[in-house]
């Protein structure tokens, strides 16, 4: 089941038999991104909204991993995009759940 698998080892691009990367505008699989402070928080949730529907069945922290390897922010703010992207994956499960 891929809910138990770690994403650390997949490629972004696998993901949908597409490239996700390409499909979420802005994002760079590899290399250096962006900071995490230069993205807006409907952004993030859109990112994570994206994810999600690549692959249904990831859990919040898988979600939170493949789009933080996704955005490629420098290594030096791991700690605040993981704290960003868990804020844009409650937000997203938050605004699913009223749909």
């Known amino acids: 089941s891929k809910g138990t ?6 490629n972004p691009e696998e993901f949908g ?3 996700l990367g390409s499909e979420v505008q802005g994002l760079q699989p590899s290399g250096r ?4 402070a230069g993205y807006k928080r409907h952004e993030l949730v859109e990112i994570v909204a994206r994810v999600a529907a690549y692959e249904a069945d ?6 939170v991993e493949l789009a933080g390897r996704l955005l490629g922010c420098p290594e030096d703010e791991a700690l ?3 704290a ?5 994956v ?3 499960r ?4 009223e749909s």
Request: charged share 25%.
């Open 5 to 10: 698998l770690s994403v650390a080892h997949r």
């Open 17 to 19: 038999g597409r490239g």
């Open 33 to 36: 991104g962006r900071s995490i």
């Open 58 to 63: 990831l859990t919040d922290d898988q979600i």
């Open 80 to 82: 605040l995009v993981g």
């Open 84 to 88: 960003r992207l868990r804020y844009a």
């Open 90 to 92: 409650e937000i997203f």
């Open 94 to 97: 938050e605004t699913a759940a």
